[in-house]
């Protein structure tokens, strides 16, 4: 797991306390498309072989994401709930599991939470058109209950994968679930919401934004505020530089003195 050792939240222990069956999380795969030993070879440029778009790529994934039956969770789902939006997005936003109409429809965030999404985006002058939005798991978890720790392990490739191609700048995480995935961090959304926390996930720099989730206002009102004014500082998020990596730094291993054979 990547040491995220800049800003404001404590240190990560081993694992997260609060998996139900007290199995330990795994930390985020932050994959890169990369092998290692440097950049793959050019390939070799054809006119008859037309370069994949964004756009390309995230569509074949979903359409292979489509019959996963990583979890048990394929059993009850009517169809996964890939993430849905623009391709190129700078924000992305990430839920915690489809509920009965996401499930239904097959798109993210549809149902009495979604509407709340929207508004807020609008209330910054966006539409759900401009973000991406995905979720922690892609299939809806029996009766609307919390992800369990073997879901989320089975469904994160998929979110990560989703990350690398969408590469955002920034990425809003929504309620606990996310918030503790994408940080690797048991800390809880109530101590980290509005804390933005540059990171590489996906392989690049992005802001991690953790922002209660919408339906936390649906039961509490007076969290409606707590959300506008988190999302208030979304624009000067996303206008934000990202800094560079730190250079990591190799320490030269000293050259093996040469046997000479025969000498011992
Ligand atoms: N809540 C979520 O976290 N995701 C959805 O898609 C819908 C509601």
Redo the contacts with the bound molecule.
Sequence with gaps: MAALTDGPWPETPAAFPDAADGTPLSGPVRVSTVPSGGAPPAAPQSASVPELTRADELRAFGEVVASCTKCALAEGRTQV?FGSGNPDADLMFV?????FH?DKQGI????A??KLLEQLLEGIGLTRQEVYIA?VLLCRPPGNRDPMPQEIEACESHLWRQIELIEPRVVAT??NFATKLLSGRPTGITRVHGQEQETTLGGRRVLLYPIY?P?AALYTPRMLDVLNADFARLPELMGREATPPEPVYVAPVAAEPAVQLGLF
Aim: proline share 11%.
């Design positions: 709930v839920g915690e599991a489809p509920g996401e993210p965030f549809v149902g939470a979604g979720n929504l309620g989730h339906a």
